[in-house]
Nanobody, 123 residues
């Protein structure tokens, strides 16, 4: 059974830092690109960071809104992907989701989402 379990959310002051983790199980982690998304009520889910599968070099990409503040990484020994968030702003407040997407070699094309973790940036 595939599981993506996020942790690490909470309340942080503006300018502070938070580290989110996503523990993956039930699939071949190294063959999946991993991403973090966020969503606020009434808005579409927004991509905040992505890292390609190990085979495709673990390339990282970020939108301009978080470039230089957020860092995504993956630990292939622990099957986890983390999102380090620094210099946080009130507009970073959202529910953050982890997502797994199979790379082109994987026959099963299903994508997976975690349940989300709330991040609130407020003084």
């Amino acid at each position: 059974q595939v599981q993506l379990v996020e942790s690490g959310g909470g309340l942080v002051q503006p300018g502070g830092s938070l580290r989110l983790s996503c523990a993956a199980s039930g699939f071949t982690f190294n063959n999946y690109g991993m991403s973090w998304y966020r969503q606020v009520p009434g808005k579409e889910r927004e991509l905040v960071a992505t890292i390609s599968s190990v085979t495709f070099g673990g390339t990282k990409k970020y939108p301009d809104s978080v470039q230089g503040r957020f860092t995504i990484s993956r630990d292939t020994a622990k099957n986890t992907v983390t999102l380090q968030m620094n210099s946080m702003r009130p507009e970073d407040t959202a529910v953050y989701y982890c997502k797994a997407v199979p790379d082109p070699r994987v026959r099963d094309r299903r994508e997976y989402w975690g349940q989300g973790t709330q991040v609130t940036v407020s003084s």
